[in-house]
């Protein structure tokens, strides 16, 4: 995390926590950073002008003016439960877990009860993707760079590719990659519980349309889902979802 994001980080962590405070400790093992860092980060929010304040003493910390808070939102009990259920069932990432923080930092009456009720119930077992892979294929399809991967196929066969990355795809609770393998010269899915090991090899690439690398699939039916209609309304149209293509065309969706 560059400091940038860090100390948005940080806000958003003492945004949340408002009007209660937050140690330096617990600010520090949150970001996964010294507690000389965040005491450092925190005096640079100070003297820009970010209302944060130290509460020194025996239950003292950081914290924020509360008036400083997200945009007014306005959940119903059902569209809460499915945000929770939502996120209950993503990677475990620190970036799932703040997500949801801000979400239950706007909830109030019967959405903060229907939410809570549903996330009582819901229990998860660990994902067999690594965060750090979802982490580096997130990263790369967002900055248009090429991936170095292993990978390890149906047959247990391990590999080492790189892969320009054109999309996600997901299908019966499963995640693929769907990209242009260059060692196979042509476009594949990898499925993301199979890939060993993902690093970025900060190569521009030019965007790969997902659309013709998914021709002709076993997945080309696949469309994108309608929840995220509003947020494709609101940026450029790129290519379409739709399908996965190569020689785990058949087998990738289904395994």
């Known amino acids: 995390m560059n400091r940038t994001a860090r100390l948005y980080a940080l806000v958003e962590e003492l945004r949340a926590a408002a009007p209660r405070s937050l140690t330096v400790a617990t600010l520090a093992a949150r970001l996964e950073v010294s ?14 002008g970010v209302p ?3 509460t020194p003493g025996r239950g003292g910390g950081w914290s924020i003016d509360p008036a400083m808070t997200l945009p007014p939102l306005h959940f119903t009990p059902e569209e809460a439960s499915v945000l929770a259920a939502a996120l209950a069932g993503a990677d475990g990432s620190n970036a799932a877990r703040t997500a949801f923080q801000k979400i239950a930092a706007v909830l109030n009456g019967p959405a903060t009860a229907a939410a809570g009720e549903l996330a009582g119930r819901i229990v998860a077992l660990p994902s067999r993707t690594d965060a750090r892979v979802r982490t580096a294929v997130h990263q790369a399809l967002a900055a248009n760079t090429a991936l170095r991967l292993t990978y390890t196929d149906a047959a247990g066969q391990e590999t080492e590719r790189v892969v320009e990355p054109a999309g996600l795809l997901t299908t019966d609770g499963r995640w693929y990659l769907i990209g242009w393998c ?3 010269r042509a476009g594949r899915g990898f499925r993301l519980d199979r890939i060993v090991s993902a690093a970025d090899t900060a190569e521009r690439v030019q965007p790969r ?4 690398l998914l021709r002709d699939s076993a997945a080309a039916g696949a469309v994108r889902p309608s929840t995220l209609d509003p947020l494709n309304a609101a940026v450029a149209p790129s290519t379409s ?5 190569g020689r785990e065309r058949a087998t990738a969706p289904k395994a």
Do not use: F, P
Request: charged residues 35%.
């Open 35 to 48: 507690t000389r860092t965040v005491q450092r980060d925190l005096q640079a929010l100070m003297e820009a």
């Open 52 to 54: 944060v304040r130290t």
């Open 182 to 184: 260059r060692s196979r």
């Open 209 to 212: 349309d997902l659309n013709e």
């Open 241 to 245: 979802s739709g399908r996965l293509t």
